[in-house]
C-alpha cells in the first residue's frame, strides 16, 4: 500500500531534482508555488484511502511502477483521433505530446485580439506577471495530493485568456498525446484558461496514447471565470490501457457565469476525473456531467465537488456509467452549501449499469447545507438492465446483444443528450456504440 | 398443418403451477378469444408463447408452423412470426420509436432473407402502415412509449403489428384502458390485417373487445385449463352468467 514517505519520495526527488533549471526559476511567486506544492506533497504522501476523496481508488500503480518525468515531446505525428465530428470541426488546435507543447501541430491562425493561447512554459518566460494573479490561486493543495505534486512540477501544459466581451468563434482543442515509449513515462501538464468579463469558449480536450509502455498522467487545470463568462469544457479520456489518468480541475466562478462540464472516460488502467468548482458569485450556474465506459479491470472514478459560496446559483450534476468485467466504477459527489448561499438550486445523480455480476459501483452523492432556504437532491442509482424493456425488444424480434446495446445506449443517451455541442454529443455517441460492439457481443453471455 | 398447435402444456412461474394442461389449436385464417377470469393464466399463455424469461414449461409441446416453438428464444420466435401485443405497453426513453420499429423490422426482414430497409425507406414503409392507426410522425419520434396515453400506447402496439407482419398475433388484454372510442381504432386496425393466413389470439377478460373483433371460436380459461370452447356466442353468455361456474367446476 502506498502510505505516504517511502512511495512517495521517487516522485518528490524528481520535482526537486529539476526545479532550478525551470522556467520561470528565480521569479519569487512561481518558486513559492513550485515549493508550496512540493512541501503540501511531501507533507501529505500519494494519497491513502483514509483521504476522503481517495476512499475507493487505491493508487498502488504509483507505488509498484518507477514512472519517470518525461523529457522533451518524440517527434510523433498528428494521430487520427477516435472521434471524427469534432476532428474535423473548425477548431483552434492546441497540441501537447507528452505534455510539452508542439507547435509545428497547432492551428492558432485567426485566434481575436486580446485572446492568447498558449504554452504555458512560454508565457512563463515571456510574461510571468500575467499569470502571477491566476496561476495557483485556485488550487487547495491540502486538498488534492496530486494537484500539491502537479504544482511542484510547474511547467508544460495549456494557457488561455480570453478578454473581457470576447466570445471565441471557434472552440478550442487541446489534443493530448501521451507517447510514452518503453515507459513508465510520468506527465505532468498544467492548464490554466482566464475569462475575462462577459467572456464566452468552448474547450475540448482529447487524451490519447500512442504506442508503448505505461504512463501516468497527472494533469491539473485551473479555471477562472470571471463575472457573466461561459466556458463549454468537454473531455475525452480515451488513454491506453496501461495508462493512470489522474485529472483535477478547479474552477472559479464569478456572478452570473456558466460552467458547463461533460467528461467521457472509457481509458486507463485508472482515470480519474476530479473537479471542484467554487461559485464565489450569485447567479452561477455549474452542470458537470459526465459518462463512463469500463471493461476489464479498470477503475473508472468521477470526484465533484461544488461549494455554494454565494447565493441564488444552481448546480446539477449527472454521472452515468456503464461496468462490465471486473470494473469499478467511482462517484463521490460532495456538494456544500455555505451558509450565505440562500436560494442554492443543487442535484446530483450517479446511475451505474452493471453489466457483469463482477463489475462494482461505489457511489457517495453527499450534500452538506449551512443555509436554510435552499433546493437540494442527490441519488445514487446501480443495476442491471431492465427485464420488461429487454423482453419488450426481443418480443419484436430484434437479437439479444443487439436489444442489450440499444438499451445501454440509450441509457447513456439521456446524459449525452445535454451536450449543447452536437458534433461532441455525436461523437460521444458514437464512441459509446463503438465500446458496445467490443463489449457487449455473444462472449459476453447474459450479464 | 394448424398455425398454432399447444398439446397439454403445463407451465410454472416460481415453481408455482398456473398452465395445467392446456390444449388449443389455431388454424391459418381463425380468430381464437381466451377468456377467463383474473388469475386463469391468460397472461401467462401469452408469455409463454412469446418466450419470456421465467416462465418454465414442465410438459406438453407447441407446434408453430410445424416448428417446436418452446424450442426457440423470444427473439427468434418473433422472427418466426409469432406477436405479442402487450397489455402493459414498455416505456423505453432514450430509444424513438421510428429506430425502434426499423430495428425490429429489419431483424425480420433479414430473417427471411430480405434486405433491410435503409432509413428513408422505412419511413415511407412505416407511414403508411400508421396512416390509418392515427399514429403521427410526432409519435415515431418520440421515445418508444414514453408518456404515451393508454390509447397512444394500444396504437403503437398494432402498429408494430401491421409493420412486422406476423404469422400469429396474441392480444393480451388489448381492451384495458382504452375508452370506446380508443378500442375502435384499434380493433379496425386489428381487422384490417384479417386474412386467410394469420391467426389471431385475443386474450380479454371482458366480451367488449369481442363485440369489434369479432371470433371464430371462443374458449374459456379457468385454472390453466381450457373448460370450454363454442362460438361466438359463448362471449355473450360469459357476460350473462360470469366466470363463477368454472371457478366451482375446477374447485
Known amino acids: 500500500m502506498p502510505d505516504g514517505s517511502g512511495h512517495m519520495q521517487p516522485y518528490l526527488d524528481q520535482a526537486l531534482e529539476g526545479a532550478s533549471n525551470l522556467v520561470g526559476s528565480g521569479v519569487d511567486w512561481i518558486d513559492a508555488l513550485r515549493r508550496a506544492g512540493a512541501d503540501a506533497f511531501g507533507t501529505h504522501g500519494l494519497p491513502k484511502r483514509r483521504d476522503e476523496y481517495w476512499r475507493y481508488t487505491n493508487l498502488n500503480a504509483l507505488a509498484d511502477e518507477a514512472f519517470r518525468l518525461a523529457n522533451g515531446a518524440p517527434a510523433i505525428g498528428l494521430p487520427s483521433l477516435p472521434h471524427k465530428l469534432v476532428a474535423e470541426l473548425a477548431t483552434y488546435r492546441m497540441v501537447l505530446v507528452n505534455g510539452r507543447l508542439r507547435p509545428d501541430l497547432c492551428a492558432l491562425d485567426g485566434l481575436p485580439d486580446d485572446v492568447l493561447v498558449s504554452g504555458l512554459e512560454d508565457l512563463m518566460a515571456a510574461a510571468p506577471a500575467r499569470l502571477e494573479p491566476y496561476l495557483g490561486r485556485i488550487i487547495r493543495l491540502n486538498e488534492m495530493p496530486m494537484a500539491a505534486l502537479n504544482t511542484a512540477f510547474l511547467r508544460d501544459g495549456l494557457a488561455m485568456f480570453v478578454g473581457d466581451g470576447i466570445v471565441l468563434d471557434k472552440p478550442v482543442h487541446l489534443i493530448s498525446i501521451t507517447a510514452p515509449g518503453d515507459g513508465p513515462l510520468m506527465v505532468q501538464p498544467r492548464h490554466l484558461v482566464v475569462m475575462g468579463k462577459g467572456a464566452g469558449a468552448t474547450l475540448i480536450e482529447t487524451h490519447v496514447t500512442a504506442e508503448g509502455g505505461s504512463s501516468f498522467n497527472n494533469i491539473v487545470a485551473e479555471l477562472h471565470l470571471d463575472d457573466g463568462a461561459k466556458l463549454n469544457h468537454f473531455v475525452f479520456q480515451e488513454e491506453a490501457e496501461a495508462s493512470v489518468h489522474l485529472s483535477g480541475t478547479a474552477v472559479a466562478m464569478g456572478a452570473d457565469t456558466t460552467y458547463d462540464s461533460f467528461v467521457l472516460q472509457s481509458g486507463g488502467a485508472i482515470g480519474r476525473s476530479e473537479i471542484h468548482a467554487y461559485l464565489n458569485g450569485t447567479g452561477g450556474d455549474c452542470r458537470l456531467d459526465g459518462v463512463y465506459l469500463a471493461s476489464g479491470k479498470q477503475v473508472v472514478d468521477n470526484t465533484t465537488f461544488v461549494e455554494h459560496a454565494a447565493p441564488g446559483c444552481r448546480s446539477r450534476q449527472v454521472y452515468k456509467g456503464v461496468l462490465d468485467g471486473q470494473s469499478r466504477g467511482v462517484f463521490q459527489g460532495k456538494v456544500h452549501v455555505l451558509r450565505d448561499a440562500q436560494q442554492t438550486d443543487g442535484h446530483q445523480l450517479s446511475r451505474a449499469l452493471l453489466l457483469s455480476p463482477r463489475a462494482e459501483i461505489d457511489a457517495r452523492p453527499e450534500l452538506e447545507i449551512y443555509a436554510d432556504d435552499v433546493k437540494c437532491s442527490h441519488g445514487a442509482t446501480a443495476g442491471e438492465l431492465d427485464d420488461d424493456s429487454l423482453f419488450y425488444l426481443l418480443s419484436r424480434g430484434i437479437p439479444r446483444e443487439e436489444a442489450r446495446r440499444m438499451l445501454i445506449e440509450a441509457f447513456l443517451a439521456e446524459a449525452i443528450a445535454e451536450i449543447p455541442l452536437e458534433q461532441v454529443a455525436e461523437d460521444f455517441t458514437t464512441h459509446v456504440r463503438q465500446w458496445l460492439a467490443q463489449n457487449v457481443g455473444n462472449a459476453d453471455g447474459q450479464g | ?251
Open chain 2, 1 to 251: 398443418m394448424a398455425l398454432l398447435e399447444i398439446r397439454n402444456l403445463h407451465a410454472t412461474v416460481d415453481d408455482k403451477p398456473i398452465l395445467n394442461g392446456l390444449d388449443l389449436t389455431i388454424g391459418g385464417g381463425e380468430v381464437h378469444a381466451i377468456m377467463g377470469p383474473n388469475g386463469s393464466g391468460k397472461s401467462t399463455l401469452s408469455y409463454v408463447l412469446s418466450g419470456r424469461d421465467g416462465y418454465e414449461v414442465t410438459d406438453g409441446e407447441v407446434l408453430f408452423d410445424g416448428k417446436n416453438l418452446l424450442e426457440m428464444e423470444a427473439d427468434e420466435r418473433a422472427r418466426e412470426g409469432v406477436f405479442l401485443a402487450f397489455q402493459y405497453p414498455v416505456e423505453i426513453p432514450g430509444v424513438t420509436s421510428i429506430t425502434f420499429l426499423r430495428t425490429a423490422v429489419n431483424a425480420v426482414r433479414e430473417h427471411h432473407g430480405g434486405s433491410p430497409f435503409d432509413a428513408m425507406d422505412f419511413v415511407k414503409y412505416i407511414r403508411e402502415k400508421a396512416a390509418g392507426l392515427n399514429v403521427s410522425d410526432d409519435m415515431l419520434k418520440r421515445a418508444v412509449n414514453t408518456g404515451f396515453s393508454g390509447g397512444e400506447k394500444k396504437r403503437m402496439e398494432i402498429l408494430q403489428m401491421a409493420a412486422l407482419d406476423p404469422k400469429l398475433a396474441i392480444l393480451d388484454e388489448t381492451d384495458s384502458g382504452l375508452d370506446i372510442d380508443a378500442l375502435k381504432v384499434v380493433a379496425d386496425g386489428v381487422n384490417a390485417m384479417r386474412n386467410e393466413e394469420r391467426g389471431l389470439l385475443v386474450i380479454t377478460h371482458y366480451q367488449r373487445l369481442l363485440d369489434y373483433i369479432v371470433p371464430d371460436h371462443v374458449h374459456v380459461l379457468a385454472k390453466g385449463r381450457i373448460v370450454k370452447s363454442g362460438g361466438k356466442e359463448l362471449a355473450h353468455e360469459l357476460e350473462e352468467s360470469g366466470y363463477a361456474e368454472f371457478l366451482e367446476d375446477a374447485a
